[in-house]
Structures are given as C-alpha cells and as structure tokens.
C-alpha cells in the first residue's frame, strides 16, 4: 500500500515536470502554429544558466531567476531572429529552422562550456530525505517539484482566466485568424507566448537539474514525451497539458514498477520482466496512440 | 521548354552513368560510395515526399518503414542457410528476393500504421506517426534473437547475377539501376490520376469528397506506397552497409528524412534527391573539417530555410533564372 | 605557387627519404551529444601517448586523424570509408559504442586495414566473426560484469537487485553479474532514454536486499546515483557496480555521494606501475581540471599497443609483421599483465575497488586488490582465426 502511494507521488512529480515543459509548447503550438523543436534547448540553457549562476554564488535559489531570466532572454531573442521571419511560412519551414537552432545550441554549449556534464546540487536543506508517512522514505527536493509545478498551473490558470493577455491567448488557440482579423497586434501576442513558453523550460531545466544531468542534450531527452504530453491534452489547451502530464507521468511509473510483478502472476519470471518492460517503455506511445484513436484532437480541446 | 527539359534530364542521366569515372578523375574512390548512400537516402525521402509533398500527410515515421526494410535483409540473412524464420519463411541472400521482402514488409507495416494514424491530422498525425515508429524501434531494441540494439552484421552482402555488390563501381550501377526504376515508377504516379486525387486532396479534402472520391482510402494507398518505397531504400541501405540496427528505426532518423525533403524543397520531384546530397556532403565534409560540424550544419540550415522559399530546388531555378536572364522555366 | 609547393615537397622527398610521411592513425569517436565526453577523453589520451614520444609511436612519427560519428553508425561507416580508401590510412581506433562499431570494424579488416578497440567490443564480433585484423584492449562486456559479481560474492553478500537497461548490453551485464554472483538476484530492467528513476529507488526499497548491482553507462548512471543518494539509499544498501557507471566524470559530477560505492575494475588511478603513474601524472599535468576515465586509460594503452606494433614491423603497410607484434602485446601496460586471448581480446586481471574521499575534497577510486587474475571471455572459445 505504501509502495503504491510511492509510486504514485512519484508518478505526480515526473507528470509535473512533463507539465512545466509541456505548458509553454502547447501554447505555441496552438496559437502560433509552430512547432519548435528547440523547446528541449531552452529547458537545455535554463538548466546551465542557473546551474553555473548557482554553483558561483554557492546559493541554489539564485539559480532560479537566472535560469528564468537566461531562458526568456534566449527564447525572445530565438523569436525576434527566427521564428518572426517564419509565421507565414509552412510548419515544415519552422520544423527544419527549429531543428537548426537545436543543433546550434547543443554544439554551442559543447564549445562554451565543455562536454562535461556540470555538478548540479541539492540545497543542504532538501538533501536528506523525510519520512512523510511511517514507511514512506521521500525527498523533500521532489516535493519542492510538485510545489512549483502546482504553482505554476495555479498561476498559468489565472494568467489565461483572468488577464486580457489571457483572453487573446484563450481566442488564439481558438481561433488564430479571427484574432489577427479583429486588429490585435499578433506579433506583441507571439512574442508574449514565446517568451512565457521559453521561461517555463528554463525553469524546469534548472529544477530538474539535480535530480537528472546537467549536460549536453538535456532537452532531447523529455522533448518526445512533453510531445506526447501537448497532444495527448489536446494542442493549446493548458488544462490539457497539466491533466495529461499528470496522467502520463503517473501510467509511465505505475507501468513500470508494477507490470513485470503483474506479469509474473501469469507467466514464467524471465519473460515477464521482457515483456513488461518492453510494454512499458512504449507505454506513452501506447497511451497517446489509444487516446488519439477514440479523440483525434486529444484529451480538451483548446478554448473551452 | 519541353526541348530543354529533356535536354537537362539527359544531361543528369549522363552525368550519373559517368559518376565512377567522374569520381575517380575528380574527387575520391569513397566519395563514390557516398553518392551511392545519397541515391538511397534520396529513395527514402522521395517516398517521403510523396505523402508529406504531394498529399499533404507530414510523417514523422518514416524510419519504421526504413528500418523494416533494413530488418528484412538481416533477419533474412540470419536464416540463410539455417532454421526458415518463425519455421516458415526460408531465409535468402539474393537481392531479387530480399528486396522485394522488404518493400512488401514496408508497405504491410504502413498499411497497419496509416490506416490507424489516418484517422487523424494535422499536429496529431505527426505523432502518432511518430509513435508508432518509436514503439517499433523499442520492440528491436529489445530482441535479442536479432542482436538488440548491437543490431546485425551482414557479413555477406546480397547476390544479384554473380556481381560483386563489395566492389564501389558496381554498387554504384546497382544502386543506380533500382532508383532510375523507383524513380520511373514515382514519376508514373504522381503524373497519374491518382497522383492528381492525391494533391487535390492536399488543396481541399472537402472538394474531393464531395467529387464522390473517398479521402482516407486514397491516402491509405499513397502512405503504403510510399512505405514500399522506404522499405526498398531500407534493404539497400542494409546491404551497401551490411549491417542493420534499430539505429535505422529511432525517430531522429524520420527527422533526418524530413530535413531531406525540406531542405531540397516539398513536393518537388528532384527535390529529395537535392536535399539528401546536400546533407550527406555537408555532414561529411563539414565533418572532416572540424570537430564542432554540427553547429556549422545548423547554421548552413538556418540560411537556407530562412534565404530561400521553397528549398534548394527553388534556389536552383532562382539562380537558373537568374543566370538565364529570362523568366523561370 | 602550387608548382613551388610541388617542387619542395620533391625536394624533401629526394634529401630526407627517413623522413616519411607520418604514418596516420583514424580515431572515429563520439565527440557531439551527451556521450561527447567520453570522445573527448578517448582523443586527448591518445594524444597524450603521442605527445609522449614527441610525436612518435614506437619511434615511428604517426599522426591522429580524428573524427565525429555522433553516435551514428552510418556516419561512422562513411569516414571510415573515407579514412581507409582514400587517406589510405591502415590503422583506425576510438569508436566508444557497439552499434558504431558493428557497421564499421567488418568493413575496415575486410578492406585489409586494422581496427584496434579502445572501448566496444560486442559479443558478435568476438566469436564466430572474430577476424585477425580486429584486437581488443578494453574488455569483452561479458567478463566486465562476471568480475562484478565476483567482487560482490567475495564481499559476503547474498542477497541482490541487480538494474540495468532494456536491451543486450545490460541483459548481458545482469546475466554475468548472476553467473558469477551465485546468490538471489532480482532483476529490474529499465529504459535506455529513462531520466527519473523513483519508481525503481522505491522498489529497491521494498526488496530489501544486501546489495545493489546496477549498470548504467554513462550520463544515465550519473542520473542513476544522484537519486539513489536522494532517495537515502545510499547509506542503507550498499552499491557495486563495473566500471562504466562510474567513470572519473561521473565521479565528480556526482561527488561525496558516491562515496563508499565498490565494484571491480581492471585499472585504477592509484595502479603502482611505472606506466601508470606516467599516464596519471601526465594527464593531470596537461589536463588539470579534468578527471581521467578508464576511457582516457583503454585509449592511451590502444596508443601504446599501436607503439609496440610499429616499433616492430616499422609501418602497417607491412601488415603481416604488423599483426604479429600486435598480437604479442610487447608493451607496458598500464593495468599491468596483460596479454591477448584467442579472439584478440583482452585477457587481464581484474581487483576490487571503492570510492573513498580523496585529500582534494574529491571521491577518488581506490583499488583493493585482486579477485580474478588473467581472465578472458567466453567468446573467445567460437573463435576460428
């Protein structure tokens, strides 16, 4: 019982990490159209900046504005030199452009700050585990995650609910022509967009720092499953994206720590493991393939 | 005009047939097996292109029907000579039965993948497309029986008439032979009325329907002929590497693909065979030059998605205008 | 211009026939992506045996031309192809994984030029298709985690989880890590691409076994220890693991908490041979703020391997002369003993060795003695040269 409640706050925290990732590209996937493969590079430049800003100053927490501020920098920047010439081009245009900048990046960190991954720490107040429940043994840093995630999506809420920035974010996902037609100013809107997008990465680069490996190709790493997360949710819905990476984070680790026992019920042990592992390393695909097969547009579709 | 196309196409034929002589006098005996690996990358990205250009279908999978392709000679190789596979299917190691195995492999699996993946569009169809693929690739990772993710050696290449398929030059004709047909055939299919359906269907799916011709039946035949077409380029790959690993299957291979057909220009007919040739000489000889070749790639890249509309095929007829000083042809 | 440059190069060639263009040495490595480092170690010690000679390799003046695959077989292939037909190079090293090295490695021995393994050494290549042009000097993976085992037999340990991957390497590594073993073992297999590993801390957890063994290679065994720590595993379950989970980089990104963690080794920093201690010392002289993996080590000792066959045959033109002074590996190793087997891969001791907090502040390997002495591997018994 108390392995299954485990693993199911860790399912929580790996889908809301996919969640912080999957909340900005969603975004600028449904309302400007783009689908940016260098979304996993400016989770990639969140996780450096900080964690180099952090280990200077000795201080985890100054890594977190770095790492916000580096990113939105990096992601404005990619917008106003990329991305601008290329709204009215095809998707496969900003596909390749996107995949361009990927290989940019990667190779840019490589030269600048080296091929080896960078220590990243802790702070000594998260570090020794907490017993939340008795037997259950838990990192407070993975509670610290699940907070800030939570936090976000609270925010991001009130962000699109309650803002008029929220409202043209709202009626583009819904509806991009119609919003350019009544004469808002897009281009302000899509910056906007990309910019709380690219922020969003870098502060999930930066958290998720210590708990994997700040190197090189960081980003490529989740960008398939936080994919998977924006289409699964439906493409611009930001509730979409929090459901669905919750769903997906909790099936990933739930599949994993439990189907090769299951397995074992009714088959030989050496072919369980196989099979249920194999079962569960496509188990995202899986899902998203199901999902799609009985909602074509996903999970919430955009604008309700 | 007309006069002047074939006078081009003639051109290009000769040039390739002169290819082993051209190489040797002008570059170098491996920049020939490059070229060879360019015309089979063209295949796979021509067959790509035939969905993703003409019908309007952006597959992100690609590399399952590749790798299918690939998996189909080494599997049938591995039973050459030994137990038939799953004690049915004899194994082989002549061309003239490998390559037919993978294209059909091929088109099975993108029947299976694009009649489920068609149900979809848009965003979601890159996806799922997606993964599909990533589930396949996961599946070899895994199997043993077939050296996991070590994948296989192909000690042997294929027989075809008691040719050396070791020796460059005759690689080179072989290679040469399969994708002057595949290409013949493509050039068929997309000049046919089904090759007009298909890119009516790309303008306007409604319009279509409304003509009484069924969308997601017509699209289905196109996926799975391109799945062919990327099985064949597939069993080529396999024997002019003699090896296949799920390499062949991980999804940045569909990326690669993609690039391919962007880079040379959607929807044109020679634009995949542009866009493979500029990646694969850029990749090598970037690579040669410096360490840090990616970055250098990507900005390479950059300038032509953001320089030129439409690839390097609209690059070409810009400078080929230009140069002409008339209206492009 | 050009016919200046023509000529002096005949003069050269006419009045200093000894001076010979330098015999070059192809090294294809992964230098891009999250492996890069490991390139990057492989490249700079073999430049470190050359730049130790002056140049030269078994007083032959060689130079290293070197190569990005990342991690692409295909690519890998090509400037092999490149390398051996058209820059007429005879001898190439450095490729670090299997699936590189299996498109490779065939065509380069089948087109009469050497392949000398600093790192991959897939089982399919040293059995059945083993091949006279093909030496090993790393390790075969199998004897790896058979050495592992051992060590956590020999430690009094019975009761284990063992992790690693889905796919052949780490089926391989979990299997001769049991072979060895001979106690309880469970196996939890995870992803290749996988970056949490709560789910199977927590299972560790539930299992309760004396010991840990997990194989994780490179950036994923980095991510794999960081949260074994976190999970406040580490002081509870102790870990062994072979070499390739815990190379030197990954050693200091991860840093005290690796402290404590044992496993088995065939070189380590401390080895008291002359040899070593010229590797290390001159590593840490030119590199002093970069750890040195048993990456840096398998290629510096290819390098010399390379030494002592030219230092014999005086080029690999002479490829039967070459081979022969390869296969006697007359050369100062830096793990000592060492020979080769029938397959031409590597038979050697293996020790036990821990993690301990060195007098820098830094965890730092530390040998513990010998547990398996001149082992090589089971393939080498299908190997008909």
């Known amino acids: 019982m108390i392995l299954i409640l485990e693993q199911l706050l860790n399912g929580l925290q790996y889908g809301v990490m996919l969640f912080l990732m999957a909340a900005g590209l969603t975004l600028i996937f449904g309302i400007m159209g783009v689908i940016n493969l260098a979304h996993g590079s400016l989770f990639m430049v969140g996780a450096y900046a900080g964690t180099l800003a952090a280990a200077q100053a000795g201080n985890f927490w100054i890594g977190i504005p770095v790492a916000i501020v580096a990113a939105g920098v990096a992601g404005l920047v990619v917008e106003a030199v990329v991305i601008r010439r290329l709204y009215a081009r095809d998707h496969l245009d900003q596909v390749l452009a996107t995949f361009a900048l990927l290989l940019i990046a990667n190779q840019g960190v490589t030269y600048f700050i080296g091929r080896q991954p960078v220590p990243a720490n802790i702070p000594a107040a998260l570090a020794s585990p907490i017993e939340l429940l008795p037997g259950l043994i838990y990192p407070p840093y993975r509670l610290v995650i699940i907070a800030a995630g939570l936090l976000v999506a609270l925010g991001l809420y009130w962000l699109i609910n309650r803002t008029r920035i929220g409202m043209l974010v709202r009626a583009g996902a819904t509806n991009r022509e119609m919003v350019r037609a009544l004469g808002v100013d897009i281009r302000l809107l899509y910056t906007v967009v990309f910019g709380l997008g690219a922020l969003l990465a870098g502060l999930a680069g930066y958290l998720s720092g210590p708990i994997s490996a700040v190197q090189v190709g960081m980003g490529e790493q989740v960008l398939l499953a936080t994919f998977v997360v924006v289409v699964v949710g439906g493409v611009g819905s930001i509730r979409g994206a929090f459901w669905a990476g919750i769903l997906l984070g909790v099936v990933d680790t739930m599949l994993r720590a439990f189907l090769p026992g299951l397995l074992r019920q009714v088959m030989p042990a050496s072919e369980a493991d196989a099979l249920g592992i194999g079962i569960a390393s496509m188990g995202i695909y899986l899902l998203m393939a199901l999902v799609l097969l009985i909602r074509p547009k996903g999970l919430f579709v955009a604008g309700r | 005009m007309e006069k002047r196309k074939t006078l081009g196409l003639a051109l290009g034929l000769a040039v390739l047939l002169a290819m082993p002589w051209l190489m040797e006098t002008f570059g170098s005996s491996s920049a020939l097996s490059l070229a060879s690996r360019i015309l089979v990358y063209s295949i796979a990205a021509a067959s790509l292109n035939l969905v993703l250009g003409y019908g309007g279908m952006i597959s992100l999978g690609h590399a399952a029907f590749f790798g299918m392709g690939g998996y189909a000679v080494g599997i049938l190789y591995a039973h050459n000579g030994g137990d038939p596979f799953l004690g049915l299917i004899p194994g082989s190691n002549h061309l003239l039965v490998t390559l037919p195995a993978a294209m059909l492999l091929g088109g099975a699996v993108a029947a299976l993948i694009g009649a489920l993946s068609l149900r979809t569009s848009g965003v979601q169809f890159i996806m799922i497309t997606l993964a599909f693929a990533q589930m396949l690739f996961f599946f070899f990772v895994s199997l043993k029986a077939y050296g996991g993710e070590d994948g296989i050696i192909i000690r042997r290449p294929n027989e075809f008439f008691g040719l050396n398929l070791r020796d460059r030059t005759t690689v080179w004709y072989v290679v040469l032979g399969f994708w002057l047909a595949f290409m013949l055939v493509l050039w068929r299919v997309i000049g046919s009325s089904f090759g007009a359906v298909l890119k009516g269907m790309k303008q306007n799916e409604r319009r279509m329907a409304a003509m009484g011709l069924a969308p997601y039946r017509y699209k289905l035949y196109a996926f799975i002929l391109s799945g062919m077409g990327a099985g064949l380029a597939g069993a080529l790959m396999a024997n002019l590497m003699r090896f296949t690993s799920p390499d062949m299957l991980h999804w940045t291979k569909s990326a690669t693909l993609m690039t391919m057909v962007i880079l040379g220009g959607v929807g044109t007919f020679f634009g995949p065979l542009l866009g493979a040739a500029a990646y694969l000489i850029l990749e090598t000889w970037l690579g040669g030059l410096t360490e840090y070749w990616q970055f250098w790639l990507g900005l390479i890249l950059l300038a032509v998605v953001l320089g030129t509309k439409g690839g390097l095929v609209a690059l070409v007829a810009g400078l080929w205008a230009r140069l002409t000083g008339g209206a492009r042809p | ?385």
């Not at chain 3, 005879?90 to 590189?100: A, E, P, R």
């Not at chain 3, 398998?298 to 022969?324: C, H, N």
Request: charged share 20%; aromatic share 8%.
């Open chain 3, 1 to 385: 211009m050009r016919k200046l440059l023509c000529a002096a190069s005949m003069l050269a060639l006419t009045t200093l026939p000894a001076m010979a263009e330098p015999v070059k040495i192809g090294v294809i490595t992964t230098l891009s992506g999250p492996a890069g480092y490991i390139g990057e170690q492989v490249r700079d010690a073999m430049q470190l045996a050359v730049d130790r000679e002056g140049g030269k390799l078994g007083g032959v003046e060689v130079q290293l031309v070197v190569e990005d695959d990342a991690l692409n077989p295909g690519t890998g292939r090509q400037i092999a192809e490149k390398m051996v037909s058209d820059e007429g190079i005879k001898v190439l090293t450095g490729i670090i994984f299997s699936n590189v090295s299996g498109a490779v490695v065939p065509d380069v021995v089948d087109n009469g030029a050497f392949y000398i393994s600093s790192n991959a050494a897939p089982s399919n290549l040293a059995g059945k298709e083993c091949h006279e042009n093909y030496f090993v000097v790393s390790w075969q993976n199998d004897s790896l985690h058979e050495a592992t085992g051992v060590a956590a037999k020999s430690l009094g340990y019975k009761k284990a989880v063992a992790l690693a991957p889905n796919y052949q390497a780490g089926k391989d590594a979990i299997a001769g890590f049991s072979r060895m073993f001979g106690g309880e073992v469970e196996e939890i297999y995870t992803q290749l691409d996988q970056t949490d590993f709560a789910s199977e801390m927590a299972r560790i957890r539930a299992a309760n076994p004396e010991v840990v063994f997990q194989f994780h290679p490179g950036g994923l065994g980095l991510t794999f220890l960081k949260q074994y720590q976190q999970s406040g595993l580490l002081g509870q379950v102790p870990m062994v693991v072979s070499e390739p989970s815990i190379d030197g980089v990954i050693l200091q990104a991860v840093g005290e908490g690796a402290v404590g963690i044992k496993g088995s080794t065939h070189w380590e920093i401390d080895f008291d041979n002359e040899a070593s201690k010229e590797f290390v010392s001159s590593w840490k002289a030119k590199y002093p703020d970069r750890p040195i993996t048993y990456y840096a080590q398998e290629a510096y000792d290819s390098a010399l391997l390379i030494g002592s066959g030219l230092a014999k045959a005086g080029s690999p033109e002479k490829a039967d002369e070459f081979r022969e002074a390869l296969r006697a590996a007359d050369f100062a190793s830096t793990r000592g003993a060492f020979k080769f087997g029938a397959n031409q891969h590597p038979v050697q001791n293996w020790y036990l060795t821990e993690v301990v907090m060195g007098a820098d502040g830094k965890p730092v390997g530390k040998s513990q003695g010998m547990i398996r002495e001149m082992v090589g591997d089971v393939h080498a018994a299908d190997c008909k040269m």
